[in-house]
């Protein structure tokens, strides 16, 4: 059974530093890409980063040279350092599993979320 716990959200002041954590329990015996998301009040969800289970990373333009993705697949772990924060990356905060069976998509999973406000 998979199950995604996202966990490190609060409240900052712009220019600080956050790192989330998804605890992602049975998603390492797959073939994964792993990816962070947010949704903003009014705004449809979008893509933060992503990283696949050789360690290649993507990142959105927003975000690029602030943000960085990482995994930890001995603990099932998938992270998030967001350094120079700016108010607009204000959102709720997702964990995503995409599972795979060779080249076919299986299952996603999404965490619950976690608050991310970042203030003037």
């Known amino acids: 059974q998979v199950q995604l716990v996202e966990s490190g959200g609060g409240f900052v002041q712009a220019g600080g530093s956050l790192r989330l954590s998804c605890a992602a329990s049975?998603?390492?015996?797959?073939?994964?890409?792993m990816a962070w998301y947010r949704q903003a009040p009014g705004k449809s969800r979008e893509l933060v980063a992503t990283?696949?289970?050789?360690?290649?990373?993507k990142y959105a333009d927003s975000v690029k040279g602030r943000f960085t993705i990482s995994r930890d697949n001995a603990k099932d772990a998938l992270y998030l350092q967001m350094n120079s924060l700016k108010p607009e990356d204000t959102a709720v905060y997702y964990c995503?599993?995409?599972?795979?069976?060779?080249?076919?998509?299986?299952?996603?999973?999404w965490g619950q979320g976690t608050q991310v406000t970042v203030s003037s």
């Open positions: 995503k599993a995409e599972l795979y069976s060779g080249l076919v998509l299986q299952q996603v999973y």
């Open positions: 990283i696949d289970n050789r360690g290649v990373k």
């Open positions: 049975g998603v390492t015996k797959y073939g994964n890409t």
